[in-house]
């Protein structure tokens, strides 16, 4: 069992910054593929990043590439999103979620843990 819980968000000004955080409890986030993904209003929940258990090797979606950097502290059991140069159109509800070692994908399903979400709205 992996409990997630993330922090970070708020109000930003386009073309600001912000860096979202996500704690797990347990004693096995280091064999846990990570993952963020966001919902904004009215709209499909959406992959934005995703991480190895190791921190080896990251992905993005296109629509976040060059401005967000997923990291991860495995002694520290957290995973960030660093999200740089905002749009109002990444305005969104982001949840990080957990997904066994060696899963992990674009997909929704393939997560077995989500957290509840921290709030993100981008300023025009």
């Known amino acids: 069992q992996v409990r997630l819980v993330e922090s970070g968000g708020g109000l930003v000004q386009a073309g600001g910054s912000l860096r979202l955080s996500c704690a797990a409890s347990?004693?096995?986030?280091?064999?846990?593929?990570m993952g963020w993904f966001r919902q904004a209003p009215g709209k499909e929940r959406e992959f934005v990043a995703r991480?190895?258990?190791?921190?080896?090797?990251?992905y993005y979606a296109d629509s976040v590439k060059g401005r967000f950097t997923i990291s991860r502290d495995n002694a520290k059991n957290t995973v960030y999103l660093q999200m740089n140069s905002l749009k109002p159109e990444g305005t969104a509800v982001y949840y990080c979620?957990?997904?066994?070692?060696?899963?992990?994908?674009?997909?929704?399903?393939?997560?077995?843990?989500w957290g509840q979400g921290t709030q993100v709205t981008v300023s025009s």
């Open positions: 979620a957990a997904a066994p070692k060696g899963g992990g994908s674009s997909f929704r399903r393939s997560y077995d843990y």
């Open positions: 347990g004693r096995t986030f280091s064999t846990y593929a």
């Open positions: 991480i190895s258990w190791s921190g080896g090797a990251t």
